[in-house]
Every structure is written in C-alpha cells, then in structure tokens.
C-alpha cells in the first residue's frame, strides 16, 4: 500500500521514520527547511533516552508537488491547521483511500468526516513524544510507539484495516485496530492533556511531575475529571486510567515537554483550545465538576493573554 503521511513533525515524522525503515512505500508531506533538510540529509532521529541516534532516506514533497494517489493517508497535523489540510486530501484521495487522522484533539475524526463527504475518514490517536529538534532532526523522547485507529460506527469497517495495522506492526509501531475508537480516542486524550496542562500551569518538564508533589498531583485530579466527564457521555473505561497514565509518564525522559507547552512558550499557535478549554466546556455541557480543569484554565488564559 502507498502511505501519504501529512505532517512530518513529532508524530508523522517517527511514522514516517518507522514506515520507511520497514519497507512500506511512504511519502512525507512537509514544507520549508524541514523539507529541504530531509530530501537532502533524510530523516534523523535523535533517541534521548538512550544517546542513540539514527538517520534514513525518506521520501518527502511538498503538498504541492504529491501527485500520486495514495491508499492510505495519515493525517498528523496540529489541530489549528486541519483545514490547510483538506485541499490535498480532496485532490489525492481515491475511492478506496483510507484517511486517518492521528491529533490530539478529541473527536477529530468526526469532524473531518463532515468536511470530506465521500472520502472514509476513520478516528485514530497515537502514543508518541518527540519534537522537531533541527530541519531534517527529530527528537524523540520515549521509547513507546503506539497507534490506535478505528470506525466511529463498526458498519464502516473494512477489512483493509486490518492490513493497515499489520503494516504498523511489522515497522515497529504499535498498531492497534480499535473496536471502539471513541473510547479509545478519549483514553489517549486523558493522558495527552492532563500531561500538557500541568506542564504549562507549572512550567515544569515530565520529570517533576515522575516525582510525587503538586504537579503529579494535579495530573491525577485531571485524569479523574475526565473519567468523570467520559462516564457522563456514556464512555465507561476497563482500566484505571490513572495508573495507566502514570505508566506512560514512567518511561518519558525527565527532561521531555509536550508540543503543547513549546508552542505556547514560544508564542506559536497551539492546541490549548482543544487541549484545555474544551474539556472545561464540555465539563459544563455535560454538568460535571472540573475544578483543576477550571483553575488551569483560567490561570492559562490569563497567561496566554499575557505573554
């Protein structure tokens, strides 16, 4: 199968990376320096928990440029960029083309299945951390690799699916064929933003919260709000997600911090919006208490504004 990843950042670039390096027939779709430095260095990774770093030739274009018609396209843009997005979606997308986007936005799959009437969109979410470091350099800061993907609706299923995460195993990645992707979907999200918003409320990296005191206790509150708030939309979780959650932080490197928290610091559109004053209006459509959601927020905002 052809596989078209859109965004060669933290998440596309490791898929990127892994798919490549396992045989798949992969294009990356990336712009500017980060462009030019793949086609003509490859792909670095840089592995910090281990000192170990790794280099492959991609095959990498601009969206521009991309004129084949791929089977299945991986869609790890930021959330504020989605809509820059469904232009070569619509130009490169076949009867038969699998689209999954892989953000960390909760329920982003059902919103581009409204703007992409005829294409099968599915849902996904991915286990990752890594950051560009440099053009062509990405930094990866755990060792897990996880890919969970699926139908929002079991009568869409098709058994390509299947071959898909076949593929993500053989190259490395765990890919796992969801049979309820919006549970899933919201188990990942527990984690992802819980982690992103302690970290800018405390400006602080994975490794404080690793240790116990009020980030990491933060952190949990967060999770049980979630789950609060997930059990108020009907979503009932097999597994404690706190000590789920906990585990991930466990292997990150004590130095890692989410895309999240670069960009804001940095002054860069970020995913706070859906990261962190969603959850607090969704808290209120659905009549659950989300104090360290509400406290966050009100003291991010403040600071966004400020900064």
Not at 35 to 48: D, F, K, P, S, Y
Not at 92 to 107: E, K, Q, W
Not at 169 to 179: D, F, K, P, V
Not at 255 to 271: H, I, P
Request: hydrophobic share 40%; net charge negative; with cysteine.
């Amino acid at each position: 199968m052809k596989y078209l990843i859109i965004g060669a950042g933290g998440t596309g670039g490791i898929l990127g990376y892994k798919l490549t390096k396992g045989g798949k027939d992969v294009t990356l779709i990336a712009r500017g320096e980060h462009l030019r430095a793949m086609q003509e260095q490859g792909l670095t990774v840089h592995r910090i928990w281990d000192g170990q770093t790794e280099n492959l030739p991609v095959k990498a274009v601009s969206a521009e440029d991309y004129q084949e018609q791929p089977d299945v396209i991986l869609v790890c843009v930021k959330g504020y960029s989605l809509d820059s997005v469904y232009p070569l979606i619509r130009r490169v997308s076949g009867p038969d083309t699998v689209v999954i986007p892989i953000l960390n936005i909760y329920g982003t799959g059902g919103r581009m299945q409204e703007e992409l009437p005829g294409i099968f969109v599915t849902d996904g979410c991915i286990y990752v951390s890594a950051n560009i470091e440099s053009p062509g350099v990405l930094q990866q800061h755990g060792e897990i690799c996880r890919v969970v993907f699926g139908v929002r609706d079991q009568n869409e299923y098709r058994p390509v699916l299947a071959d898909i995460a076949a593929d993500l195993e053989e190259s490395g990645i765990h890919g796992i064929l969801s049979e309820n992707i919006q549970r899933d979907a919201l188990q990942k999200f527990s984690y992802v933003s819980p982690i992103g918003a302690v970290g800018l409320y405390y400006h602080c990296a994975a490794g404080e919260i690793q240790q116990e005191g009020e980030p990491r206790e933060m952190f949990r509150a967060m999770i049980r709000e979630i789950v609060a708030l997930a059990a108020a939309m009907g979503i009932q979780f097999e597994q404690d997600l706190v000590e789920v959650n906990l585990d991930i932080l466990s292997t990150l490197a004590p130095e890692a911090t989410t895309s999240m928290q670069r960009d804001v610091l940095a002054g860069k559109d970020s995913e706070i919006d859906g990261l962190v004053y969603q959850v607090v209006r969704l808290g209120r459509q659905y009549g659950v208490a989300m104090p360290q959601y509400e406290k966050a927020a009100a003291e991010l905002s403040r600071s966004v504004q400020a900064g």
